[in-house]
């Protein structure tokens, strides 16, 4: 579906718009009088409760333009800023001030925006690539944080609560990705020496926190990456150090943010880690492999409890993008397996259908998540949709083909080691944020709840 640079859409479109406002306010208060420009923005302990979340149009344009999308097109996401040019908007695309300019208009209460150009970003994997080398941290603080910050601070979105998801999967990178490990690389020991990742997260806080309208949070992976001790540790020290570089404070730090862009389900209804089937503990199977956490709200809240012990706030939240991780469909298993074998018991159970845990880009059978939500549960400020739904994880390219290659994107790579786990991409995938209609319509068939 065609749109301009202004952010207008087609009339099918505006009715999705239209209609979302009355299914996105969770918890609206009633009779408080409208504040005027001069006031200053009410400070909230969780800033989804109450609000009308913005609605991206160019994001319900593509949703809607599916068979069946116009059931969740009306839903919020985030506002993805990967590139320089993602501020000023690029190839007909809105920018920043186009979004927020969209927000007033909708009279919505809150935009997400997730910040995602750091200087090696991703360690320099090519999949996305990142337009910044280790070199550029001047780059990013002048040409990337400074100029969002400008136009957050414009009065005309003073009313606006700004959540902001600040570079996702970087830190985590820094402790699954560093030596000794034995997924090591020499751009994650680099980054990790020049202390660049800290530099920029440290900047973007201090400017961001500056504003009292921003509420910011910081990523915290997910339970398959950093939920074993020896990943939790680190990464709750990497958390603190970057809230505390660069000008910034732990005050700076509004919550967390899990499973970003990722598939895992928030709680696994059919088995619990400390099963026991056969005499063999469940957290032994192949599945668990020794990790204390099988689902996301459990870890989530784990990891608020230790970030709270490190020195931050006891009113930190976490958010939990939910956006991917419905796992519904013909094949969601409805009860526990009934085997005696650990493994057949653990894979029969399992709602999370992955090969293996760790894989993330672009996975068959999975469907939509809970709808975005304010306060689901204590501790949890909203499952949130962070990674839009549609939106290519990486291209499912192969190598000598001139593109970026990703091997966890290509259906056909096996990893090393000897291991026979497929990757479980879908093939013909676009690259990085274009929109991939095979992907979305599963997600539409096998959301759940369902639609």
Known sequence: MSMSPSGRVSARVRTVLAAA????????LVGAAPASPADPPTRMDNPYVGARVYVDPEWAARAAAEPGGDAVAGQPTAVWLDRIARIEGKDGMMGLREHLDAAVAQRADLVQLTLYDLPARDCGRQAPPGELSIGDIARYRTEFV???????????????????FVEPNSLPNLVVNVSPRYNATPACDEVKARGTYLDGIGYALARLGAMPNVYSYLDISHHGETGWADNADPLTALLAQAATNGGSTLADVHGFVAN???????REEHFRVDDVVAGQPVYQSKWVDWNPFVDEIPYARHMRDRLIAAGFSPQVGVVVDTSRNGWGGPNRPTGPATSWDVNRYVDGSRLDRRTVVGNWCNQVGTGLGQRPTAAPELGIDAYVWVKPPGESDGASARPGTGRPYEPLCDPDYLPPRGSTWPTGAMPAAPPFGEWFPAHFRQLLVNAWPPL
């Open 21 to 28: 406002g009355s299914v996105l306010v969770v918890g609206a």
């Open 146 to 164: 400074d100029p969002i910050v400008e136009i957050l601070a414009d009065a005309r979105y003073a009313d606006l609560r700004i959540v902001t």
């Open 260 to 266: 970003t862009a990722n598939y895992s389900v928030l």
